[in-house]
Structure formats: C-alpha cells, structure tokens
C-alpha cells in the first residue's frame, strides 16, 4: 500500500507493517494505526507514521543509542497487555524533538513507546523515573 504523508513523501507497506496503538499515543489518542520506517535522511532515526493522519510522523529513536545503561521495568499487566512472551520482540524508541539548532535536539526519555514487533501492538509509557528527563539534549548523551 502506499501513504501519501506531507512531510515524509510517499511510505510505502503492507498489512502486516501496521502497529496498533489500543490507547493511541497521548496527543494523538484518537489514532490507533501507525507504521514504522527508516527515516532516509539519517539511519539513527525513523518516523513512527499514522495511517490515519498523514500529517502526523513522529521522529523516533532508540534510547540505546544515547544512553547505553537506559532502562525501565515493564509489569507484568503490561506484559500481558503487549502480549510480550520473549524480550527478542520488544522494540523501545523515544520521541525526538527535531529543531535547526543541533544542540536544541532532544529526546523524551521520560515517555519511551515499547512495541511488540512479533504482534505489532504498542503503547507508550510514562515513566516514574525521575532520572529520565522530557527534553534530554540528543547530542549530549552517553555513546
């Protein structure tokens, strides 16, 4: 299939690509059907894209690649929730705040987006963890 998005040109999928977001994703609570694809500009980056809006693309990231010892408990009704039976299916990405200022790039370490990649459901999360800031400067992180 092909989506036709106003900033990240003609994606193309399959059914099977569709990741589905029961609770939507806060802001967007209302859209539930998003794909996932590489970002052409920069291999770091994809762009968590709603097939419902086309005007709606989240750039994303993985938190690993910023901060290597990054991580949280998922529990065990959440487990449950994503249908989670092994660890090799959990993708983790954060949401990035995109600026022209290089050191104005951040990404929400606070509200990471878990997706089972095996069945295609995701949510995001809001973390009590107060070492995860919302706006953690990009370019400043752990390598």
């Known amino acids: 299939m092909e989506l036709k998005t106003k900033y990240h040109g003609v994606l193309n999928y399959e059914e099977k690509d569709v990741i589905i977001f029961k609770n939507g994703i806060p802001g967007f ?10 970002a052409e500009e920069n ?10 809006d086309i005007d709606i693309g989240l750039v994303v990231t ?3 690649n910023i901060i290597k010892d990054y991580e949280f408990d998922l529990d065990d009704s959440k487990v449950c929730e994503l249908n989670i039976e092994n660890k090799k299916d959990v993708l983790v990405v954060n949401t990035v705040t995109v600026n022209s200022k290089l ?3 951040t990404i929400n370490l606070k509200a990471p987006i878990v997706i089972n990649t095996n069945d295609k459901i995701g949510e ?3 973390l009590d ?3 995860y ?4 400067p990009l370019f400043k992180g752990e390598t």
């Open 62 to 64: 993985s938190p690993f």
């Open 129 to 131: 963890n107060v070492d």
């Open 103 to 105: 050191e104005n790039i």
């Open 29 to 38: 609570d209302n859209l539930e059907k998003f794909i996932l694809v590489p």
């Open 124 to 126: 995001q999360l809001i």
């Open 133 to 136: 800031p919302i706006k953690y």
């Open 43 to 52: 291999s770091l980056f994809a762009i968590l894209q709603s097939i419902e």
